[in-house]
């Protein structure tokens, strides 16, 4: 036998010294966190571009003259009994804005104006009983997300009087009920760590070392929440970093501790001292982990393809969990291994886990073998027809953005949207922008251009100009304009694609100045086209990539494409369902989920990345036990039960875990999360039981020594075998004992 690896010689390394490895990364975890909640976090709702679109040079341009963007808030005052032309509605509203205006140091007293000031018709509903009150918040997004709480403090002093209801929406109150939602569906994802806990609980057979897999995980995620707070310093990141965070920590966490500890007691099981027992573990299963995590991790990098910020603080913050994880995983767990020893076994329950090892023909997973062999061409087209019909519903998706209107009746931004939606324009919320640049905009030519387009938006009901045209330089001026729909509708898209391509060119044809067409609804058209534009190009790299790993890990080319096919039909399945049950609206109701008329636009990206790198995971574990055992016998069909009935106990548990995790994740109020955690459970679900059970076993079946097929003019390739069961002799020194310790632990 070889001697040990990287993995398994940092495993015992850190046995060894397993007081100095765990003071190291407690250390580490109260610095990072120390430092980093002294520094804060630059977290923000906000997508940047990075190639610049014309909706990112529409708004570079204006916050350079302006100095900063101006967010408005639109304050809505209602009445059942009074209209505006009731003294008493006047009479509200006027001490509403006075006392709005007063908070100068958040307000705009001068930006902050209503109907009975300026008699502008369009604050006022068709049915005179609701008014709005556009007020300017001072300060960039982070301070007017602040500002706003002054604002809504205010309105909600006004909001209880007798006849008058208040609210207010904008960009950033609806920020804050986003921001709000996803801090819910962040403690949301707790409910899963009980039916975790269970099913660790059942795996083991025993509480403590159920136990150990949770505290890697926390550890992991917390450092990791810190170390993203400190890159946040220096690249602003998206606020919902912490829920991906979060999830994918929980998942691989997990998942990860599992594996070793599994194997660990496996060994110890089979008679092998402490120290040789971390060693194995450390050097297949902890040696599986290394490679499963980098495969994540190249997976999660295909985001950074896409030139925008919400997919790169997505890559960010899952690679460094994955990462985190890994390191904790060969290192702080054998430390944690070596100091409690047996005292893993704490807390067993009679009858419950079991031996991590079967005999050649007993238990479920033996037959399951046996009669997946024996029918491998059927097993083969059942599984695999049964994923493509789950995948077709995909073929029909629509791509959008979930907008206020996903949000449940209860928060106030989601009643103020659809007040705005029906008695005025919800344009108004986040209005286009169209940016003209010219040497001198108030030369002839330009001002002609800009009446002529003002006149074509004015004619056109589907339009309503808000606010005239604004000078901000002499090189400088903005037209506003409320579209029709919430800002990422296919409706508002539509109207603003139209002002791009036919109004503002007409009008503009011939006259020396560039205009762009900016706002929200421009920004999301922008992002939908560099969704469209790059989807290929991450493909091709996470493909790519996973093709040379897995041809290196498993010494053949025909292992690693057909785990790749495999991989993309249980991800396409996943899709389908998340089409099905969230555009459809197939049981979304008595699931508890919010039926929307597009999906997350970021979703299928995200989604690919993350379930390509977590289902290698479970073909990893399973398919290095086959070829450890394949090059011991050199039986294909004997190998292939063999792998399965070896690990089947021990995948299912870490599916189950994952799915609990990514299942918590779906019980927010957020559409968007709902959608990711559905569609995550159902792809790991499907790979460990559909693809990991029937499908890769019958396949490995019908093609027989064929699957370690390696052209010789490949030979040349390093070894990167996971698998290498290492010699026992030279890990027979020591391991210092906290305390002395049982003898067996009993199970």
């Given amino acids: 036998m070889s001697s040990l690896g990287l993995t398994g010689r940092l495993s015992v390394w850190s046995a060894r010294r397993h007081w100095l490895v765990i003071s190291g990364w407690i250390v580490a975890a109260v610095v990072i966190t120390g430092i980093s909640s002294v520094t804060g976090s630059r977290l923000t709702t906000d997508i940047e571009f990075s190639n610049s679109p014309e909706s990112q040079t529409a708004r570079e341009l204006l916050q350079e003259a302006r100095g900063s963007e101006p967010f408005f808030e639109q304050v809505i005052v209602q009445s059942d009994r009074y209209t505006v032309d009731d003294p008493e509605f006047g009479a509200f509203v006027t001490e509403l804005t006075a006392a709005i205006r007063s908070h100068e140091e958040a307000i705009d007293p001068l930006q902050t104006f209503s109907y009975f000031e300026v008699g502008d018709p369009s604050l006022v509903s068709e049915s005179r009983q609701t008014t709005i009150v556009p007020t300017l918040l001072r300060g960039e997004i982070d301070e007017a997300t602040e500002h706003v709480k002054v604002l809504q403090a205010t309105l909600a002093e006004f909001g209880g009087r007798e006849d008058f209801s208040v609210l207010t929406l904008g960009f950033a109150s609806s920020n804050a009920a986003f921001t709000q939602a996803a801090e819910g569906d962040l403690a949301a994802e707790f409910r899963a760590l009980p039916i975790a806990m269970v099913v660790l609980v059942l795996v083991f057979g025993a509480v403590i070392a159920a136990l150990l897999p949770m505290g890697i995980a926390f550890m992991a995620i917390g450092i990791t929440f810190g170390l993203v707070a400190l890159i946040s310093q220096v690249y602003e990141m998206s606020f919902f970093v912490t829920n991906v965070m979060m999830m994918i920590g929980l998942a691989v966490g997990i998942d990860y501790a599992l594996f070793i500890v599994a194997r660990y007691r496996e060994q110890r099981e089979q008679g092998q001292g402490r120290s040789p027992a971390i060693g194995v573990a450390g050097d297949t299963a902890g040696r599986a982990v290394v490679f499963s995590g980098v495969t994540v991790v190249i997976a999660l990098m295909g985001m950074f393809v896409v030139p925008t910020s919400i997919f790169r603080s997505f890559a960010i913050g899952a690679s460094a969990v994955v990462l985190v994880t890994i390191v904790a995983s060969v290192t702080l767990l054998p430390a944690l291994l070596s100091l409690m020893g047996d005292r893993i076994n704490g807390l067993s329950i009679p009858f419950i886990g079991g031996a991590s090892h079967h005999g050649e023909d007993e238990g479920f ?3 399951t073998a046996r009669f997946v062999m024996r029918y491998p061409l059927v097993m083969a087209l059942g599984t695999t027809t049964l994923l493509v019909v789950m995948s077709i519903p995909y073929f029909s998706i629509s791509l959008g953005f979930t907008g206020i209107n996903a949000l449940p009746p209860r928060y106030e931004a989601r009643q103020a949207f659809e007040i705005l939606d029906q008695e005025f324009s919800a344009g108004r919320i986040q209005p286009t922008d169209i940016v003209i640049q010219a040497d001198d905009v108030n030369s002839p030519a330009v001002q002609a251009a800009i009446d002529e387009m003002s006149a074509a938006i004015a004619a056109d009901p589907t339009y309503a100009l808000v606010n005239g045209t604004q000078v901000l330089s002499p090189a400088l001026a903005v037209v506003s304009v409320a579209v029709p729909g919430e800002a990422a509708s296919d ?18 044809s ?6 762009y067409v900016g706002g929200p609804t421009a920004g999301n058209a922008d992002f939908f086209d560099q969704v469209a534009q790059y989807t290929p190009w991450v493909f091709a790299f996470v493909l790519g990539f996973s093709l040379v790993l897995l041809t290196l890990i498993f010494r053949s080319v025909v292992v690693p494409v057909k785990s790749i096919i495999m991989n993309l039909l249980s991800v396409g399945a996943a899709y389908g369902v998340v089409v099905a049950v969230f555009q459809w609206g197939w049981g979304a109701d008595a699931l508890g989920f919010t039926q929307v008329d597009a999906i997350e636009a970021w979703l299928p990206l995200f989604m690919f990345t993350i379930l390509f790198g977590l289902s290698m995971d479970y073909h990893i574990f399973l398919l290095t036990r086959i070829r450890e055992r394949f090059d011991e016998t050199h039986d294909n069909a004997g190998s292939v039960a063999y792998g399965l009935r070896h690990t089947a106990n021990l995948i299912t548990g870490a599916a189950a875990i994952m799915v609990a995790v990514f299942g918590g994740f779906a019980l927010g109020d957020l559409a968007m999360f709902q959608q990711i955690g559905l569609g995550l459970a159902v792809s790991v679900f499907l790979d460990a039981t559909v693809v990991r059970t029937v499908l890769v076993p019958s396949t490995m079946r019908l093609l027989g020594d064929f699957n370690w ?18 010699a026992i002799e030279s890990l027979e020194a020591p391991v210092p004992a906290a305390e002395p310790e049982p003898a067996t632990a009993s199970r």
């Fill in 365 to 367: 997973w033996a037959g």
């Fill in 491 to 508: 409706e508002a898209i539509t109207a603003m694609k139209f002002l791009r391509t036919d109004i503002v060119p007409e009008a503009f």
């Fill in 510 to 515: 011939g006259v020396a100045a560039n205009v």
């Fill in 709 to 726: 097929y390696m052209p010789s003019w490949l030979q040349w390739l390093p070894d990167l075998r996971v698998e290498r069961e290492p």
